[in-house]
């Protein structure tokens, strides 16, 4: 069966420190990979996704990037966090090539940048 | 451009049924999935449509209109462990687009 784990759980870092998350998927090759950021009481708002190794698409212009280095790893980066970087972090997968299929996601990363 | 949109807040008392609305406007369309999103947790599948029509799953059901760009989660015989965010998000060719989510609170 097919998991994705997401770490770490929660994460309290000072503004203008690094940020490195990283999202793992077993059980499937070649997943489309998603980062979603939601910012309290609000919807979930598309970063980055990936259809392949090394490829990325950014959505949103800002201060965080994305990277696959293998089929089934996404991390998410920040040289320099800032206060409005704080939120909830959700990684997903989904199959590639399958129209009907769901997005699964991982547990989350709550970051909170003081 | 895209656009999803759906209403902020809902209330509804325990046993009754309620109907969640969500509208669309996206370049491409392959799908709209309907997600569960308990306070502080990832959002869990619910539902998926992609042709017209009604999709009943137990005490859930999806409906979806693609020429009106619509789409409604209705849910019966509602429960207090109901009371969550519900979102609904479009898939385009490879993009999955989340609208902000509706609260939805069940009451005795």
């Known amino acids: 069966s097919q998991t994705i784990h997401q770490w770490p759980a929660t994460l309290v870092q000072p503004v203008g420190s690094p940020l490195s998350l990283e999202c793992t998927v077993e059980g499937t090759s070649n997943p489309n990979l998603y980062w979603y950021r939601q910012a309290a009481g609000r919807g979930l708002q598309l970063l980055f996704y990936?259809?392949?190794?090394?490829?990325i698409s950014s959505e949103v212009p800002q201060n965080l990037s994305a990277s696959r280095p293998q089929d089934r790893q996404f991390i998410l980066s920040s040289k320099k966090l800032l206060l409005s970087d704080s939120g909830f972090y959700l990684c997903?997968?989904?199959?590639?090539?399958?129209?009907?299929?769901?997005?699964?996601f991982g547990q989350g990363t709550r970051l909170t940048v003081v | 451009g895209q656009n999803i949109d759906q209403p902020t807040e809902m209330t509804a008392t325990e046993g009754a049924i309620v109907q969640i609305n969500c509208t669309y406007q996206t370049s491409g369309f392959n799908g709209l999935f309907w997600y569960q999103q308990h306070a502080g947790e990832a959002p869990t599948f619910l539902s998926y449509n992609v042709l017209d029509g009604l999709e009943e799953k137990g005490r859930f059901s999806s409906f979806l209109s693609r020429s009106k760009g619509y789409s409604y989660l209705l849910l019966k015989e509602l429960q207090m462990k109901d009371s969550a965010s519900y979102l609904c998000?479009?898939?385009?060719?490879?993009?999955?687009?989340f609208g902000a989510g509706t609260r939805l609170a069940v009451h005795p």
């Open positions: 998000a479009v898939r385009g060719y490879n993009k999955l687009i």
């Open positions: 997903a997968w989904r199959t590639l090539g399958t129209a009907g299929t769901e997005a699964f």
């Open positions: 990936s259809v392949g190794i090394g490829q």
